[in-house]
C-alpha cells in the first residue's frame, strides 16, 4: 500500500497554466503504474495521464499536447504540467497508484481544479 497526497490545485483562467502534485509515502521506483485520472461533475472518473512500465506514457486524447506528466523519483513525486486550459478540463483530480501483482488501486483524496473566467 501507498499514500498519495495532491496539491496545485486551484482556479485559473482559460488559456492557464496550473502544476499538480502528487506525493507518495514510499519509493514511487517500482510501483506498476502510476498516474493521474480526474472526474468532473455528473461523469466517470477518467483516466488523464499515466505513467506504464518505466517512463512509458499514456495520455487521453483530449489532453495531448496540453498536459505532461513527469516524475521525481528521489522526492517520490509525479507531476501534471497542465497547460492551456480549458473550461472542460474543471474536474477533482485524483492521483493513483497500482500495486502488487493484481494491480491494487491506490488513490489521493483529490484535488479541485477549476478552469473558468
Known amino acids: 500500500q501507498v499514500q498519495l497526497v495532491e496539491s496545485g490545485g486551484g482556479l485559473v483562467q482559460p488559456g492557464g497554466s496550473l502544476r499538480l502534485a502528487c506525493a507518495a509515502s514510499?519509493?514511487?521506483?517500482?510501483?506498476?503504474?502510476m498516474g493521474w485520472y480526474r472526474q468532473a461533475p455528473g461523469k466517470e472518473r477518467e483516466l488523464v495521464a499515466t505513467?506504464?512500465?518505466?517512463?512509458?506514457?499514456n495520455y487521453a486524447d483530449s489532453v495531448k499536447g496540453r498536459f505532461t506528466i513527469s516524475r521525481d523519483n528521489a522526492k517520490n513525486t509525479i507531476y501534471l504540467h497542465m497547460n492551456s486550459l480549458k473550461p472542460e478540463d474543471t474536474a477533482v483530480y485524483y492521483c493513483?497508484?497500482?500495486?502488487?501483482?493484481?494491480?491494487?488501486?491506490?488513490w489521493g483524496q483529490g484535488t479541485q481544479v477549476t478552469v473558468s473566467s
Open positions: 505513467f506504464t512500465s518505466g517512463t512509458s506514457t
Open positions: 493513483n497508484a497500482k500495486i502488487g501483482v493484481i494491480n491494487v488501486d491506490n
Open positions: 514510499r519509493s514511487i521506483f517500482s510501483i506498476n503504474a
